[in-house]
Nanobody, 117 residues
């Protein structure tokens, strides 16, 4: 069983920064693709960024150059550093673990990020 616990959300002004963290329990972390998704009110959940066990990364076009995903396999933790935040980044951010052998997805409970002056 996998549990994902996110932290680090909050309210920030446009242009500010936040770092999200997601700690995973269990033994799947090191072999799994980890990702961050977000869902704004009235919109579908979308991929923000993901990272493979080997460190290869993938970003949504809307966050390239502003967000950085990273992982610490020793701590079973994935991070999302968000810089130059914009109001359109406002959403609930979800941590995701994708199990490789069957693509089963585990989700965290979500953390709210609000970008507003």
């Amino acid at each position: 069983q996998v549990q994902l616990v996110e932290s680090g959300g909050g309210l920030v002004q446009p242009g500010g920064s936040l770092r999200l963290s997601c700690a995973a329990s269990g033994s799947l972390f090191i072999t799994s693709v980890m990702g961050w998704y977000r869902q704004a009110p009235g919109k579908q959940r979308e991929l923000v960024a993901d990272i493979t066990s080997g460190g290869s990364t993938n970003y949504a076009d809307s966050v390239k150059g502003r967000f950085t995903i990273s992982r610490d396999n020793a701590k079973n933790t994935v991070y999302l550093q968000m810089n130059s935040l914009k109001p359109e980044d406002t959403a609930v951010y979800y941590c995701n673990l994708r199990r490789l052998y069957d693509n089963y997805n585990y989700w965290g409970q979500g953390t709210q990020v609000t970008v507003s002056s």
